[in-house]
């Protein structure tokens, strides 16, 4: 069967509707059949004024019976009478039996009163003689349903509420706990359980939905799989690009004993350095992208990390000043120093090559209450700003003649975004106004525990 959950809610809502009518319908009936009766205390109480009548009414002094029935009048607020009837039959017919003995000018006060009359009915007590009546208009404060208006609008407006509102509970809960499952799943898959798996937790269930796992699953099958070939190849890759480099390193070096002032053996020396460059930062940077690591392990001064790293830069870049600003100390807890100073030194080298001989690259370190931000500014040839994002992309490099440009691949300043990120910061670039560029670095200030 085609859309079986659309079938499901449909026939859960259909049932649930006719189920929601009948409930309310039997119990507003049962309810107003409880409120339509007198209380019995009431009852009793009209009773007795009755009994009390029929007592001075037997005793003959209609003086204080009729006193007495005024003051009823006055104290309840309503009409008051003693009556006598006498049926006579006509044209030669004859009284029933039965209603000789039911016949009463009101209602008895154990009947019914119907809730929707705006009038109080006429109740009538019937004295021993069975002719004589005791009437009395019901009194309003005995007069049942007083509640009735305000249990009519619980009945017909809070509880459907309520009613509809557990039926949606119901719906919500059979669409929404495959759908958690579902989202629990890919959450782990995202963070690397590529065995994760949904369809076998839905049991039996057979629709829209399952359907959805069953694709999840066959996705998370597929997908793991090609995951795990990339993993093994990068690792083959590794291996098999590292053992020829060193083998080439390796008679390099032989021969560069031999020819020590040989400028072809410098130049594949710088290559081969070149290379193994690249192959490192490659595999590095595949490591951070497939494993998505969390390097929050160490705690270190951002200070001393970066005065190491321009001692080493300044060493490499003699022709260059290189301008440093940054606190005393700058303690930085649950963060990675090997990733930070790659990264850093990954910055710096990239805005040294970009800036002409004798310019300036400038260092500055400053400290909010959150966060450190680092500013790396060269006074290179910039970049359009609808490549600023791009410089951060694998290999890939801006072609811009007659600059001092560092030929390099593409990945440096891609593994550093990676790397910072991995310790929980960001990286973003912003061009300067009379040119070259701004890296700045965020980092999050987390106190040690």
Known sequence: MKRRLFWKLCTTITVGT?????????LILQTEQHMSFIDQKYQQQLIDYASHAEKLYLQGDEKKLAEWIKTLQQQEDTWVALIRSKLTPMAGSEMDDYFVENFA???????????YFAQNPIMDITFADGHTH?????????????????????LQIALPMLLLAILSVVIYRHVMSPLRQLEK?????SDGDYQVRVRDDLGKRN????????????MAERIGAQI????????DLSHELRTPLTRVELALSIAEQSHPDDESLQRIRYECQQMRDLVEDALT???????????????LDLTDLIDSIVENARFEFPKHVITVQTPETAYLHQSSD??????????????????????????????????????????GPGVPKEHLQNIFKPFFRLHTPNSNVHKGFGVGLALARRQVEATGGKLWAQAHEQGGLTMIMQLPLITKS
């Not at 795990?228 to 690792?235: A, E, G």
Request: hydrophobic share 40%; glycine share 4%; proline share 4%.
């Open 18 to 26: 006719i189920a929601l009518f009948w409930i309310i319908h039997h």
């Open 105 to 115: 000018l009101g209602r008895n006060v154990s009947w019914k009163i119907h809730l």
């Open 134 to 154: 005791f009437l009395i208009r019901l009194p309003q404060r005995m007069r049942p349903g007083g509640y009735w208006t305000y249990t009519s609008l619980l």
């Open 185 to 189: 799943a890919t959450k782990q898959f």
């Open 207 to 218: 629709d829209e939905i399952a359907a959805l796992a069953s694709t999840f699953d066959s």
């Open 228 to 235: 795990q070939t990339q993993r093994n190849l990068t690792s």
């Open 285 to 299: 940077l595949a490591w951070l992208e497939n494993e998505r690591p969390a390097l929050r392990n160490d705690s």
């Open 338 to 379: 090997r990733a930070l100073g790659h990264a850093i030194e990954n910055i710096l080298r990239n805005a040294l090559s970009h800036t002409p001989t004798q310019g300036t690259v400038s260092l500055s370190l400053k400290q909010y209450p959150d966060r450190y931000d680092l500013h790396i500014d060269d006074h």
